[in-house]
């Protein structure tokens, strides 16, 4: 069909055009969206004591909550040839210092062989029952491989060491960072000299702030 003189020619072009444009942009926002969604989102560093674990009864335990004091961080078992010696003087240990600036963290492992093959209740009773164990054993973990638990993930991704037996000891600050580790063979004397320095800085600084 022929245009008439002085009539200027319809087309759909600019408007095919802006519909382009809006269907770019929406694509552009949708995919941002779900990048934000995905992506991991940037953390502050965590330390130990920023980490979550399970107590004996499966309940959620913020580790928050021995901020400010040292920790003896331990890999346990029930049936290990160390258990009872371990066990004797973690307790000793764990009452000579006090719960005010000192605690030892016990975390069950099963992965060495047969030497914790029981559950969460069995476990605390033989600890309990056995060597009269007051300081804290949560949940059974495992340290090794892709389900292993992320606070002590966080205790050998620092030493830069996987435990490759029961009793491994990591001492943690106040802040949270490992500062010493010690293999399950290792005599207790230097453990207990390391742990009692620690907490003599806790309570010296403790009192240069009052």
């Not at 107590?55 to 290990?80: I, Q, T």
């Not at 000579?96 to 069995?122: D, I, K, M, W």
């Amino acid at each position: 069909m022929e245009t008439l003189p002085g009539y200027p020619v319809k087309s759909s072009l600019p408007k095919t055009r802006m519909y382009v444009v809006f269907l770019s942009i929406a694509i552009c926002m949708g995919t941002l969206f779900l990048l934000q969604t995905k992506l991991p989102k940037h953390r502050k560093t965590k330390d130990f004591y920023s980490f979550d674990v399970r107590d004996m009864r499966g309940r959620v335990v913020s580790l928050e909550k021995y901020r400010g004091k040292a920790s003896l961080v331990v890999n346990v078992a029930s049936r290990c040839e160390h258990t009872e010696r371990n066990y004797r003087a973690l307790q000793e240990l764990h009452r000579e210092l006090g719960t005010s600036h000192f605690n030892v963290l016990a975390f069950p492992c099963g992965q060495y062989g047969e030497t914790e093959p029981g559950t969460n209740r069995e476990i605390e009773t033989f600890a309990k029952s056995n060597f009269g164990i007051t300081f804290p054993i949560f949940s059974k973990i495992k340290i090794m491989g892709s389900e292993a638990d992320p606070a002590f993930n966080f205790l050998t991704d620092s030493v830069k060491k996987i435990p490759k037996w029961n009793f491994w000891k990591f001492l943690v600050n106040p802040e949270g960072k490992v500062v010493k580790f010690w293999k399950g063979e290792e005599p207790m004397e230097a453990i207990r000299q390391e742990a009692t320095a620690l907490v003599r800085e806790i309570i010296l600084r403790k009192r240069a702030e009052l």
